[in-house]
């Protein structure tokens, strides 16, 4: 069982900038974002394992950068050039892997509580 816990979120204008962080419990190969806005489905955001491998949803592309200290097991999200369509409340995953697993693709099996970000225009 691993625990995560987010931080980092809140409220910025149009063209800001935001860093999550997500701490997990114990090392774990894949962590990962998501987000879910209040009228939309859960959409994967960034994803990256232990190796260093990742991969970005297109809609994030450019602006956001996931990273993550192994050393720390803690994960994660540079977001700038914010729009409001970026408003969601995004969770960290983290899944079990190796050096064979997608991350992208695997059912995350561990979830934080979630950490709000509001982007106004």
């Known amino acids: 069982q691993v625990q995560l816990v987010e931080s980092g979120g809140g409220s910025v204008q149009a063209g800001g900038s935001l860093r999550l962080s997500c701490a997990a419990s114990?090392?774990?190969?894949?962590m990962s974002w998501f987000r879910q806005a209040s009228d939309k489905g859960r959409e994967g955001v960034a994803f990256?394992?232990?190796?260093?491998?990742?991969s970005y949803a297109d809609s994030v592309k450019g602006r956001f950068t996931i990273s993550r200290d192994n050393a720390k097991n803690t994960l994660y999200l540079q977001m700038t050039t914010l729009k409001p369509e970026d408003t969601a409340m995004y969770y960290c995953a983290a899944s079990p892997g190796d050096h064979n697993t997608w991350c992208a693709l695997e059912k995350h099996a561990y979830w934080g509580r979630g950490t709000q970000v509001t982007v106004s225009s």
């Open positions: 114990g090392p774990i190969y894949c």
């Open positions: 990256i394992d232990s190796d260093g491998d990742f």
